[in-house]
């Protein structure tokens, strides 16, 4: 792969697409914007398409499987402590606090209200 960031885009499998925009708008403060029905109901992260960095939709799926730590996404973020406070007021759950990783900063690790394990990274 040439690309320094290969991932180019994620799906997160939700089964109330209203209610799972309203989580993760609330815990990043940020708008979702949804995509044309001919798609399947789904909502897009906010993006530059000449980014860097990665995005994804959230995508309602009848067939959500609740099995957390398949896949974990990380999102940015200037410090993991400004989401984590806003995770459980927004219906999710705290799997791990705040950690160093070394070199690398901080990882948090959640559950958002389908079960899906997501990752925060932060340099402080």
Not at 48 to 53: H, K, L, Q, S, V
Not at 66 to 77: C, D, E, H, K, R
Request: glycine residues 8%; hydrophobic residues 35%; negative net charge.
């Amino acid at each position: 792969m040439k690309n320094l960031n290969p991932v180019c885009w994620f799906d997160i499998n939700v089964s109330n697409l209203e209610k799972s925009k309203l989580f993760y708008e609330t815990v990043f403060g940020i708008k979702l914007t949804d995509l044309p029905i001919e798609w399947g109901k789904q909502s897009t992260f906010p993006f530059n398409e000449d980014g860097a960095n990665a995005t994804g939709a959230l995508v309602e799926s009848q067939n959500v499987s609740t099995q957390a730590g398949n896949t974990v996404i990380y999102f940015s973020s200037e410090d993991c402590i400004t989401e984590e406070v806003r995770i459980e007021k927004a219906g999710g759950k705290i799997i791990k606090n705040k950690m160093a990783i070394g070199q690398f900063g901080f990882i948090s690790l959640f559950q958002d209200l389908d079960g899906n394990t997501i990752g925060l990274h932060s340099r402080k």
